[in-house]
Nanobody, 115 residues
Framework: VQLVESGGGLVQPGGSLRVSCAAS????????MSWYRQAPGKERELVAS????????NYAGSVKGRFTISRDNAKNTVDLQMNSLKPDDTAVYYCTASRTTMRYWGQGIQVTVSS
């Protein structure tokens, strides 16, 4: 299983960024997908998740209304659209695929929100 994140980088406060994750080596449409993040000195936290069919989405309170998770089961991709970014959103963002007790992780991608 491979999960490869892309699209991170540096953005100013108030700006937008879209991170993507391309999955391979698994039956993508059978897996729930999630984005986690970990900021320096902080624990890893769940940011957003989407069910295997895309019919259910959940967000951390800190990003609700600003971030949107989406998936394309035909392309084996999951995206996280991040708007109204804040310095507190600075972190390494990880894509995960989960099914029952199994969870696969990507290598992570840096998102930095700074002026």
């Amino acid at each position: 299983v491979q999960l490869v994140e892309s699209g991170g980088g540096l953005v100013q406060p108030g700006g937008s960024l879209r991170v993507s994750c391309a999955a391979s080596g698994l039956t993508f449409s059978s897996y729930d997908m999630s984005w986690y993040r970990q900021a320096p000195g902080k624990e890893r936290e769940l940011v957003a998740s989407i069910s295997s069919t895309g019919g259910s989405r959940n967000y951390a309170g800190s990003v609700k209304g600003r971030f949107t998770i989406s998936r394309d089961n035909a392309k084996n991709t999951v995206d996280l659209q991040m708007n109204s970014l804040k310095p507190d959103d600075t972190a390494v963002y990880y894509c995960t695929a989960s099914r029952t007790t199994m969870r696969y992780w990507g290598q992570g991608i840096q998102v930095t929100v700074s002026s």
